[in-house]
């Protein structure tokens, strides 16, 4: 992009990326004063960022002035994941075929959980991310399923944190937290209720990459129906075994650089 950097510390590649950011937790149109003060950005660097963006369809312009997202930025992250999640996808289908509940397939990403896929039918039951969305890993049955069998430096750099509440059900405290997450990962599945979303509840299982955590698998049902969710495990298992067989061709760990220890980017 043109133009040289006046701000020392900050690179053009970093500004970029704070206007893009700005964006990340917003479904409305920004104008360019907010998307300024969001980035950190002062108006006129904004202002030709922005142009440049849109000129790339990385973002788009209203009538009114505003900014959203383009369609190009939605493109490029079809491709995130898309190995593994066109590989998995026959079997989360199925998952959701079989018990008529929500499935959804999450990975590692830093320190939430990035929604690969997802299938769900017309019930109505409170969802906290789309696909390619990210959720909390404390609060969510698939996101404790990857702190309770990812490494052991993961959970200890994430209790470090300061862990967010959703609800009031939220784990928050990193003791109680840690002593959930060493249960889990003793009993081989996790549970949820109310904890990301009330009205919600969750059961999910490990899915494994070559002798190691790859990803998380789970069910989201109405909170209503929670007391028996430990029928669902059976087919939990055995789906998370055949998506285990199905991707253990895929390189996981260059999917995403979280996966790797000598690169935590927690």
Known sequence: MAGGNREPGRTVTSKVIAVLGAFEHNVRPLGLTEIAERAGLPASTTHRLVAELTEGELLSRKEDGSYQLGLRIWELAQNTGRQLRDTARPFVQELFALTGETAQLVVRDKNEALLIDRAYGPKKVPRSARVGGRMPLNSTAVGKI?????????????????????????????????????????????????????????????????????????????????ANMERYLPVLQATSERITRATAHIPLDTLLASHRKDNPRG
């Open 146 to 226: 990857l702190l309770a069998f990812d490494e052991p430096w993961v959970r200890q750099s994430y209790l470090k944190l300061d862990i967010h509440k959703s609800t009031s059900k939220t784990i928050v405290d990193p003791q109680i937290l840690n002593r959930q997450l060493k249960h889990i990962n003793e009993q081989g599945y996790s549970i949820t209720i109310d904890e990301q979303r009330v009205g919600a509840a969750s059961i999910a299982v490990p899915v494994w990459h070559t002798g190691k955590l790859g990803a998380g698998l789970g069910l989201v049902i109405p909170s209503a129906n929670a």
